[in-house]
């Protein structure tokens, strides 16, 4: 809501002077604010379970937001939508069942550098994005977005004390600032369920393949087919969702009719 509020740029791509007007509402800050506590509890999370638990349950934040925007501000969920609620919880709920532990493995050499180049890929995403018509445009920020905080995920993994030297802590910082900005501009310049969905999708599968591949998270022994089908509907269950990273709209104000003049006539027989 705040990135609404915030006076837009002249321009139609990304404005990057855009975060800086958003930053003057409160609302933006109360959100970042948010945000932040929500990253600490990341981070805990990335270092404890498998990526690809942690990207299912960041996607399934959407029936959150559904059942409370049910119920604080009376929205409507269709039997649609409350089935895909029991969805994403149906499938967290396998996922849990079939998680085994966080991978310890440190991956390729490369892969930092990859990371860092996928940062800055992002920016570049958002440039290329920018430029085009709305409905394509909020899919590709959205999917930017969503890469840029998967970026951050398996940055997050990776990070092994602080050594600036590391390109792992540059890519997690560019990455980060350019999925805020991304996502930014996606919520004020286009279709925000459009958006979302895109950031669900870029934030959930590439991070989980890579911590498959590369940085040793497993299932269970055998559960393997249980852990794909319950990330597989609980991501099919958030984007189902996706419409409620919409901020409310406000019905528009009553008008009332202007007064008319009606001036008694002549009575009859006068």
């Given at each position: 809501m705040a990135a609404r509020a915030a006076t837009p740029g002249t321009g139609g791509g990304v404005d990057v002077a855009l975060m800086l007007r958003a930053l003057r509402q409160w609302r933006y800050v109360a959100g970042l604010g948010m945000d932040g506590l929500g990253f600490v509890l990341q981070i805990v999370a990335l270092r404890t379970l498998p990526i690809y638990v942690v990207g299912a349950a960041l996607a399934a934040s959407l029936a959150v937001t559904a059942v409370i925007a049910s119920r604080v501000l009376r929205v409507r969920l269709s039997r649609v939508e409350w089935t895909a609620v029991g969805v994403v919880c149906a499938g967290l709920a396998l996922l849990a069942l079939a998680?085994?532990?966080?991978g310890h493995e440190d991956g390729p050499s490369w892969l930092p550098w990859a990371l860092l180049a996928s940062s800055f890929?992002?920016?570049?995403?958002g440039v290329v994005g920018g430029r085009l018509p709305e409905k394509p445009r909020a899919l590709v920020l959205g999917l930017g977005a969503g890469f840029g905080f998967g970026v951050v995920e398996v940055a997050v993994r990776l990070i092994?004390?602080?050594?600036?030297?590391?390109?792992?802590?540059?890519?997690?910082?560019?990455?980060?600032?350019?999925?805020?900005?991304?996502?930014?501009?996606a919520l004020q310049r286009g279709a925000v369920?459009?958006?979302?969905?895109?950031?669900?999708?870029?934030?959930t599968v590439g991070p989980a393949i890579i911590g498959v591949a590369w940085l040793g998270d497993r299932t269970r022994e055998g559960l393997g087919w249980l852990a794909v089908t319950g990330f597989a509907i609980a991501v099919a269950g958030s984007l189902t969702l996706a419409r409620f990273?919409?901020?409310?709209?406000?019905?528009?104000?009553?008008?009332?009719?202007?007064?008319?003049?009606?001036?008694?006539g002549p009575r009859r027989g006068a």
């Open positions: 998680s085994g532990k966080e890929g992002v920016l570049l995403l092994d004390g602080i050594d600036f030297a590391d390109p792992v802590w540059y890519a997690l910082l560019v990455g980060g600032g350019a999925a805020f900005l991304l996502l930014t501009s369920t459009t958006a979302t969905a895109g950031a669900v999708l870029g934030e990273g919409e901020p409310p709209q406000t019905p528009p104000p009553a008008v009332t009719p202007p007064p008319t003049d009606r001036r008694p």
